[in-house]
């Protein structure tokens, strides 16, 4: 089988939002390659790709056939996208222009680590070599804070975002406890509510925050929203809220879009993170319509968790290990002789086992361009999740501070 | 000196926005009391006040006396403030209900753990007491991120929250470097930049971000705001910004208070924390004037850091044990005989000696409803901070975690 593949060199690149564990995949993938395919003699220089496909387009590339392992291991542990990224979506034009860098610098194996648009760039740079009779080696390895790529039990990048969220709504309850109002936090998630969802590991007890979770999955109504406030502050005396940003009316109109104002990138993905439109807005909304406390509006406050979600520097232990795992798997996808692939991540435990997963290869059309979404099972009413996502999601977050008050 | 001592109980109460250890400064009287004035039969209850003077004048009393002190040990190493808080400022009527509080609980010791305008609620009480002739010794205990407190060489609760504004923002410069932009993060401080200034402690090389500091004792102006910005974009490819939520404009007017509208607290503290409206703000200026990239104003994403930065479980290991020891050392001020007063954290090693602190008494007076401000010496132009700064705040905040991209 050996004897198939293409010699020549490999380039990896990272592309969409960074995580905290995306170094992790690229070091996996340059690890892999390094004791298979390079140790064979079919792989000669290991290049990866500044700011993705915009940097190979441009001859913009490292070397890291020979980066010292001790500094792969400093990239490996830091957040971010070590070479760079991208949210360039590869049309014909560009196809060709990729192309032609891997022709000019002799890549046969093209590694891609990204989310579901990523994973798309990844299938039409494939199919456009294929088309024109280039033997080129197209590999997705995922990644995506959002957690919503198809084949997947989880995503790499996932845990670690939902181990910022839920350590930062444990806390912040303390907080809304010690002056108590309203409190407002806004996850990201464009149209999967996972990551808004992991704010229920903050719990420790039934009287903790966060007391209202608001999904993209669930169509968002102002009036019940108002209502569900209400009630939990009688209840409670105070409420923490988490919303994510990708929330929805009922006829699918995204409403912090609606707020933001409508800047898209090239995937038509309009901006949702880097304001704090949606947070502030539907503080005002509860100041207006809840009922005022010695004749002034209740204490309501919002935050907006913005980017340190993907990039804090406290990475999931399961995270870090099953992205590096990923990588190291789409080295030997190409190894073993495909041609094309995306590498899926399977959990291998039951509920209750301890927990295990594996690495799987997917079609890279399976995967591309799809949005997964929280399954009907882990949601519970129209603002809570079920004990089912809290038994999925716990064991790949890891353990989180133990805190108490009086 | 200890017949002069009166007996009866002693009262805790925790004060204004909660921190990262003012659970350690509660802790701290509690001990210093077990082992002290409980010890030698002057003080019999240790009580904990609900919501700080709110909770005294209702009765809503916690007995600390007896907590086990593995349960003591938990309580310090959670964030906020386990006996809740509160921003009411006692005047004269609500004096007179403390006061009667006191006399129905037998109370003869007061501790209030808060900022400066605790520590003038404090003297307010003490002064009260002591004009009604009840010898009721009062006694202040320093917290504050802002890190505002006269006479003190720094603050507890500010080593902390500088560690997760240090952190978040050199994990946040590696997402600035993968997608490049411009990013501006805002920080918490009202009067004074401290926290915003300990961004600096992220960079690790010259390139690295923040590239531009901007702190309340600064006149901000916009049109060199947006001239500083383009030069950092020309120079570096994108720009990351620290913005502290209390800039003010020439003639001292707070640009955060203009956005966002004006409700303010007893204290006449205009609310600048839990809304993105400042940072959005400033997004919208720079995208407005900003030169066009094909057509398209410049990618521009802001993030306000919140209430996260105030009760981040990852405190700096220097703050919890200084915030410990202030509270013991209120206690031994009781003991001493002490009628009342404030501790003061006094810095003891000079510049490249290894870090050493120790706690002293200082007036009520002298800290109470003041605000201390960034030195000259540690401000460096208009958008920077200096060396001076980097070596007062780097040995408070502890290691940060090492990171690298290609």
Not at 35 to 43: D, K, N
Not at 232 to 258: L, Y
Not at 337 to 363: F, I
């Amino acid at each position: 089988m050996i004897r198939d593949l293409p010699k020549g060199n490999a380039v990896i690149g990272q592309s969409g939002g960074p995580t905290a564990v995306i170094n992790q995949s690229l070091v996996g993938v340059v690890e892999g390659l390094q004791t298979g395919l390079c140790h064979q003699g079919i792989v000669d220089r290991i290049l990866g790709m500044r700011h993705a496909v915009r940097g190979l387009t441009q001859d913009d590339l490292v070397d890291l056939t020979d980066v010292p392992g001790d500094r792969l291991e400093r990239i490996a542990q830091s957040p971010s996208a070590a070479l760079g990224s991208t949210r360039d979506k590869p049309d014909a034009v560009y196809c060709q222009r990729i192309a032609e860098a891997c022709a000019r610098h002799n890549i046969t194996y093209f590694f891609y680590i990204g989310g579901n648009d990523s994973s798309d760039a990844c299938r039409i740079v494939y199919e456009h070599a294929k088309a024109h009779g280039h033997d080129l080696r197209c590999f997705h390895v995922p990644k995506t804070v959002d957690n919503d790529l198809e084949c997947n039990d989880h995503t790499p990048g996932f845990a670690s975002a939902a181990r910022f969220v839920a350590t930062a709504f444990r806390a912040d309850a303390l907080d809304n406890a010690a002056l108590p109002g309203i409190k407002i936090n806004i996850v990201m998630g464009r149209h999967a509510g996972f990551l808004t969802a992991a704010s229920a590991l903050a719990r420790q007890s039934d009287d903790d925050g966060p007391h209202l979770i608001y999904l993209p999955e669930v169509p968002f109504d102002e009036d019940r929203f108002v209502d569900d406030v209400q009630q939990m502050v009688t209840k409670h005396g105070r409420c923490q809220i988490a919303v994510s940003e990708g929330i929805q009316d009922a006829s699918g109109v995204s409403i912090g879009a609606k707020l933001i104002g409508g800047e898209k990138d090239d995937h038509g993905n309009v901006q949702l993170s880097g304001s704090g439109a949606l947070g502030d807005q539907l503080a005002e909304l509860l100041k207006k319509r809840l009922p005022k406390i010695d004749g002034k509006p209740p204490r309501v406050r919002s935050d907006t968790f913005g980017y340190l979600q993907r990039c804090w520097p406290d990475a999931s232990r399961v995270d870090q290990n099953e992205a590096r795992d990923c990588g190291r798997f789409a080295a030997k996808l190409a190894a073993d002789g495909y041609t094309n692939g995306s590498v899926a991540v399977v959990r291998t435990s039951r509920t209750g086992e301890p927990y295990a997963s594996e690495c799987t290869r997917v079609e890279l059309t399976d995967v591309a361009a799809k949005t997964r979404h929280m399954p009907e099972r882990f949601i519970e009413g129209h603002n809570n999740v079920s004990r089912a996502f809290i038994e999925y999601c716990r064991p790949l977050v890891g353990e989180l501070p133990v805190v108490d008050r009086f």
